[in-house]
């Protein structure tokens, strides 16, 4: 059984397009994140929520945003995408902000 | 705000021997987590080893262990015998164990240590 999965894997779409990365757990966690990987492999934080609540936004555009149905889930949308916006995105969960992340496999957005 | 630096890009070992990835690390706080990641050419992130920092005893996984000094803010890990399963990119995590606004926080990360392994 897949802990943490994500859909899809691989994604290329134009600039200017929306799109949408699905995030699934099946740990039972109460906080989930999403991550970005740049290029250069550097990973930071965009968002996390904790029981459906958003906890912490970093400095993202807010063409990003997070939306969450349930407790285990957690999508994150994207509109009116740009290059810079290509990279890995990784979500990830937790039982509690104490206790250690678990990561889903990624999704390799490329926008052309 | 907190930063994590790990000062080795790549690092190379021959197959069965020891290598130890450095990592330091920046906070006010003094509770926090300590956490070392790696990430294959799968891309996906694995946990390898996690401290906390009211513990002052090393944490060890079976080949993986850490050298914790808390004083010095440092968080070195030591990868013994060495195999080619363990050829990855290592990234060292920093978390709060404050956490912001309601509680939970993310990890912040090192830039990353890419191990190479010679067989």
């Known amino acids: 059984d897949t802990a943490v999965s994500q859909t899809p894997k691989y994604l290329v779409t134009q600039m200017g397009n929306d799109k949408s990365i699905k995030c699934e757990q099946n740990?039972?966690?109460?906080?989930m994140y999403w991550y970005k990987q740049d290029s250069k492999k550097f990973l930071k934080i965009m968002f996390s929520?904790?029981?459906?609540?958003?906890?912490i936004n970093e400095t993202v555009p807010n063409r990003f945003s997070p939306k969450s149905p349930d407790k285990a889930h957690l999508n994150l949308h994207i509109n009116s995408l740009e290059l810079g916006d290509s990279a890995v995105y990784f979500c990830?969960?937790?039982?509690?902000?104490?206790?250690?992340?678990?990561f889903g496999p990624g999704t390799r957005l490329l926008v052309l | 705000a907190q930063t994590v630096t790990q000062s080795q890009p790549e690092m190379s070992v021959q197959e069965a021997e020891t290598v130890t990835l450095s990592c330091t690390y920046d906070?006010?706080?003094?509770?926090?987590?300590l956490f070392w990641y790696k990430q294959p050419p799968s891309r996906q992130m694995i946990l390898v080893i996690r401290?906390?920092?009211?513990?002052?005893q090393n944490a060890t996984e079976n080949r993986f262990s850490v050298n914790f000094q808390k004083a010095a803010k440092s968080f070195s890990l030591k990868i013994s015998d060495s195999q080619l399963g363990d050829a990855a990119m290592y990234f060292c995590?920093?978390?709060?164990?404050?956490?912001?606004?309601?509680?939970?926080?993310?990890?912040?990360f090192g830039k990353g240590t890419h191990l190479i392994i010679q067989p």
């Open positions: 990830a969960s937790s039982q509690g902000f104490q206790e250690t992340q678990y």
């Open positions: 740990l039972g966690h109460d906080t």
């Open positions: 929520y904790n029981n459906k609540e958003l906890i």
């Open positions: 906070t006010s706080e003094s509770d926090y987590y």
């Open positions: 401290q906390e920092a009211y513990k002052q």
């Open positions: 995590a920093y978390r709060s164990a404050v956490g912001s606004g309601g509680g939970a926080d993310g990890l912040t």
